[in-house]
């Protein structure tokens, strides 16, 4: 499949949702009880109150013509979507310090380390020479997973035994980096609460170290959000954001929601740059974050003949 399409699968879900409401403005037009459904529904896909108090106040400001409600409805989206749409990563890398390097933080189980793995290798794809740092040295399982995708994707793995001290993983990572001449550096850390302080200051060290060893960096800090929490990933990334300052986001696991509308949430509320979206569990299915492919695949179907605003 093409990513649109990858897109629209993955996207299922979430648009199903909207659908129900959306089929009956176009039955029954702007009436209360239609308008009131449409709100639930576009609160049920998190797109979040703000965003939805805005949405609504466009469709209201429509009339009575259903077509015009749905086209103004899909305008608002991509204007409020566009400004979390951001040059890509390898743009940031050809225009960065060499080597480039991202720091990926998040907390467990949202695919941290796959996201990152993934990305190292369509980096390695389009010529560039990515380099694994394994600082979450917490789980050997962790390092192993590091290694697996770093043999997967041809990519060196700069590791410490299980239990080792992070920064100095993520110190040696550099040393080697430069000795090596790699274009990027891709640290992958532990996964960990963002309302544990003393984890989050093991990250603010990490940052230090990598500075120290090379002025600027990180270069990417980039935090990997689970689609399927909603509002929680508002909430984890305004405070990841805080401790650590996060320059990027990835947001997976799309295609298992029903509220995949959590990206218009973020857009709206955050002004951090969506870098990634993941909708599968494919390498290709990480893909860069477009706001009018998003809001195409998030309505489509719903609008007479798909249309363009």
């Known amino acids: 499949m093409g990513w649109i399409t990858r897109l629209k699968a993955g996207l299922e879900k979430t648009r199903k949702g909207l659908w129900r409401s959306l089929t009956q403005v176009m039955g029954r037009g702007l009436d209360p009880e239609v308008l009131d459904e449409v709100e639930a529904s576009l609160l049920q896909a998190d797109i979040g109150v703000r965003t939805v108090d805005r949405v609504m106040e466009q469709l209201r400001a429509a009339g009575g013509n259903p077509h015009e409600a749905l086209r103004e409805l899909k305008r608002v989206l991509v204007d409020i979507l566009a400004s979390a749409e951001s040059e890509s990563v390898e743009s940031l890398i050809r225009s960065g310090p060499k080597p480039f390097v991202i720091l990926a ?38 390092i192993e997973q590091l290694e697996a995708w770093g043999t997967r994707i041809g990519a060196d793995v700069i590791k410490h035994r299980q239990g080792a001290d992070p920064s100095a993983v993520v110190f040696d990572g550099l040393l080697a980096a430069k000795a090596r001449g790699v274009d990027v550096v891709l640290v992958d850390t532990a996964g960990r609460l963002h309302t544990k302080g003393n ?9 230090r170290v990598l500075d120290r060893a090379c002025p600027g960096a990180p270069h990417e800090v980039l935090l990997t959000l689970d689609g399927t929490i909603g509002q929680n990933a508002v909430a984890q990334a305004r405070q990841f954001h805080e401790a650590v300052g996060v320059t990027g986001l990835v947001l997976t696991k799309l295609d298992g929601t029903s509220k995949g509308g959590v990206v218009v949430a973020i857009a709206e509320t955050l002004a951090i740059p969506v870098r990634l979206i993941g909708v599968g569990e494919h390498e290709e299915d990480l893909q860069d974050f477009h706001a009018r492919e998003f809001a195409e695949a998030l309505l489509d179907g719903a609008l007479p003949g798909g249309g363009d605003p």
């Open 105 to 142: 933080v998040g907390v467990n189980g949202v695919g941290k380390t796959t996201s990152l793995a993934k990305l190292a290798g369509r980096l390695r794809e389009q010529g560039f020479t990515p380099l694994l740092v394994a600082a979450d040295t917490f789980r050997a399982a962790a």
């Open 199 to 207: 984890l989050m200051d093991e990250l603010k060290k990490m940052k």
